[in-house]
């Protein structure tokens, strides 16, 4: 497999590995059961996701490599994922403004992910499209219920929506490995997305009587994770999900 490729590949894993690994922190905890579950199946679903490319790379590579190789063996710098989705939870309202930012980018990203040259991606993009339509229904219906609600609630929802603002840019912003393969096997095209997730975005909003962050019109974000710079939350959750995997390597259950 062309290292390029590879790397692109884990990218897409890691992002949606640490989002599923991050709600699934949500199990047992929600506000109320039929949200706890919520979370909780798409936390799995998320992983599915990541799990579907992770064996779709061990394949390719051979080596004896399987999709458990990827996630508990790497390091914090070999992880590509962007920084939105190793922020901590937060309460409910952050969980759903970093559900709302994500969820609207992979619809769009999936979405056109299809029509790319790999058919296995674009397998991965057809399935991953179903469950992420209900994910971005689910996050834009609670930001609208929560934005417009109580003004506690609706507080909360607008200081969510703030904090997070600055960590979405990153999303659009194409790595080198990106743009290196983004003509030979068609990926989806970053400033497109960009704009239809905004549209989305302005909807959603609007519907929930937030308003955008001030600090979205500086056009400064942060960024780093796509290439191996990470927040030092990433190395806690590495350490709890890859802890039994370096006690007792290569052990099985």
């Given at each position: 497999?062309?290292?390029?490729?590879?790397?692109?590949?884990?990218?897409?894993?890691?992002?949606?590995?640490?989002?599923?690994?991050?709600?699934?922190?949500?199990?047992?905890?929600?506000?109320?059961?039929?949200?706890?579950?919520?979370?909780?199946?798409?936390?799995?679903?998320?992983?599915?996701?990541?799990?579907?490319?992770?064996?779709?790379?061990?394949?390719?590579?051979?080596?004896?490599?399987?999709?458990?190789?990827?996630?508990?063996?790497?390091?914090?710098?070999?992880?590509?994922?962007?920084?939105?989705?190793?922020?901590?939870?937060?309460?409910?309202?952050?969980?759903?403004?970093?559900?709302?930012?994500?969820?609207?980018?992979?619809?769009?990203?999936?979405?056109?992910?299809?029509?790319?040259?790999?058919?296995?991606?674009?397998?991965?993009?057809?399935?991953?499209?179903?469950?992420?339509?209900?994910?971005?229904?689910?996050?834009?219906?609670?930001?609208?219920?929560?934005?417009?609600?109580?003004?506690?609630?609706?507080?909360?929802?607008?200081?969510?929506?703030?904090?997070?603002?600055?960590?979405?840019?990153?999303?659009?912003?194409?790595?080198?490995?990106?743009?290196?393969?983004?003509?030979?096997?068609?990926?989806?095209?970053?400033?497109?997305?960009?704009?239809?997730?905004?549209?989305?975005?302005?909807?959603?909003?609007?519907?929930?009587?937030?308003?955008?962050?001030?600090?979205?019109?500086?056009?400064w974000f942060q960024q780093g994770g796509?290439?191996?710079?990470?927040?030092?939350?990433?190395?806690?959750?590495?350490?709890?999900?890859?802890?039994?995997?370096?006690?007792?390597?290569?052990?099985?259950?």
């Amino acid at each position: 497999m062309h290292s390029d490729l590879k790397q692109y590949c884990l990218q897409l894993a890691d992002n949606s590995l640490i989002h599923g690994h991050r709600l699934s922190e949500w199990c047992g905890h929600g506000p109320i059961l039929e949200v706890d579950m919520a979370l909780s199946n798409i936390a799995l679903d998320n992983i599915g996701a990541a799990r579907s490319i992770y064996a779709f790379l061990a394949e390719q590579e051979g080596e004896g490599k399987t999709e458990d190789y990827y996630p508990y063996t790497r390091d914090v710098r070999e992880f590509l994922n962007v920084l939105l989705v190793e922020l901590p939870n937060g309460d409910f309202a952050d969980t759903m403004a970093k559900c709302l930012f994500f969820d609207a980018y992979q619809f769009y990203f999936y979405t056109a992910l299809k029509q790319c040259n790999d058919s296995t991606l674009a397998a991965i993009a057809e399935k991953s499209l179903k469950e992420v339509t209900y994910h971005l229904r689910f996050s834009s219906e609670w930001v609208i219920r929560l934005g417009d609600g109580t003004e506690e609630s609706k507080e909360n929802m607008q200081r969510a929506i703030s904090n997070f603002w600055e960590y979405t840019g990153e999303l659009f912003q194409p790595s080198a490995i990106e743009t290196s393969l983004q003509k030979t096997l068609q990926l989806p095209d970053l400033n497109l997305i960009r704009d239809q997730w905004m549209e989305k975005i302005s909807e959603v909003l609007q519907e929930a009587t937030l308003s955008f962050p001030l600090s979205s019109e500086k056009g400064w974000f942060q960024q780093g994770g796509k290439t191996g710079i990470h927040s030092e939350h990433l190395g806690f959750i590495l350490a709890d999900l890859q802890f039994m995997q370096r006690a007792y390597p290569n052990s099985e259950w």
